[in-house]
């Protein structure tokens, strides 16, 4: 395989929730499993100015 992946919802009519869908799929069809949000750090209002 020669590791290309192509979106497949980017068009006219996409909307932001049909995009991250298939963000989400491109990720799985890189990696081979699903993104896992749980593991997503939180770091709102933390930031070092």
Known sequence: QNQLFISE?????SHFETTCLDVLDIYR???GED????????NLGD???
């Open 9 to 13: 919802s980017y068009d006219a009519t």
């Open 29 to 31: 069809r890189g990696t």
């Open 35 to 42: 993104f896992d949000f749980s593991k997503v750090k939180h």
């Open 47 to 49: 930031e070092d100015m």
